[in-house]
């Protein structure tokens, strides 16, 4: 499984890039906001100065089809690199699988993100084309924010997509390390891990004894930081 870097902090994406510890990038306007950006374009050029061999998807900000249009092939036009992130819905809860297909047969690299049934899948699968490089993004993690097991979910995604159009199928949203295994075991192509569990990744078959101990070592610690009596 190919592991991404989700975020739209410059310096935590090039400390992943030298690092050598992901093969990709996606970015989206919630993590841009929180990053402080202001200026999308002047952002999304200045990264790919730097990262121009690694895929990377930047998502069209608009809410209407034709504007989305638009600012796809401008977003597209910013590197070889680029995937163009489109949301399967725009905010009215309209379909965007028109909009894939008129992008997918002019030739552009999509990111079709924020999919969260197995419907949506099915649909994006159905206009995607084997010649077009393509990923389909399932948020498994806002999935099992509802209580719903997305494994399942996954394993039949990752089954449609490699019989028809055999677009890369990205796990979004993981919530744990846990995630990555169970990614890879689904038939996922790719995980896009936030940096919080980048970090995490260091702990993969950790030694769960000492893990235990350095549980009770951080609360003994706190408790003398405390100056508990
Ligand atoms: C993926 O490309 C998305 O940017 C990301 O994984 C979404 O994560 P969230 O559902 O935690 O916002």
């Not at 996954?154 to 490699?162: D, N, S, T």
């Not at 199928?169 to 890879?184: H, T």
């Amino acid at each position: 499984i190919k592991l991404f870097a989700d975020g739209a902090n410059l310096d935590d994406m090039l400390a992943a890039y030298y690092g050598g510890i992901v093969q990709g990038f996606t970015t989206n306007p919630t993590l841009m906001r929180k990053a402080g950006i202001t200026d999308y374009e002047a952002f999304a050029r200045e990264v790919l100065t730097m990262i121009c061999d690694r895929p990377i998807s930047f998502e069209v900000f608009a809410d209407d089809f034709e504007t989305m249009y638009r600012q796809a092939h401008k977003i597209n036009s910013w590197g070889e690199n680029v995937y163009v992130k489109i949301p399967i819905t725009n905010t009215k809860g309209e379909s965007a699988v028109a909009l894939v297909k008129r992008l997918v047969g002019d030739g552009i690299k999509l990111n079709v993100t924020a999919i969260l049934t197995l419907d949506q899948v099915q649909a994006v699968n159905n206009v995607l084309s084997p010649y077009v490089p393509a990923i389909v993004s399932v948020f498994a993690g806002r999935i099992a924010d509802t209580g719903s097991d997305p494994v399942p979910i996954m394993a039949q995604a990752a089954q449609m997509l490699k019989a028809e159009s055999q677009a890369e199928l990205l796990w979004a949203s993981p919530r744990e390390v846990l995630n990555v295994y169970q990614a890879e075991i689904c038939g996922c192509d790719i995980i896009t891990a936030t940096g919080d569990i980048l970090k995490k990744l260091s702990m993969r078959d950790k030694d769960l004894s000492e893990l235990s101990r350095e549980t009770v070592q951080m609360f003994y610690d706190d408790a003398c930081k405390a100056g508990f009596k």
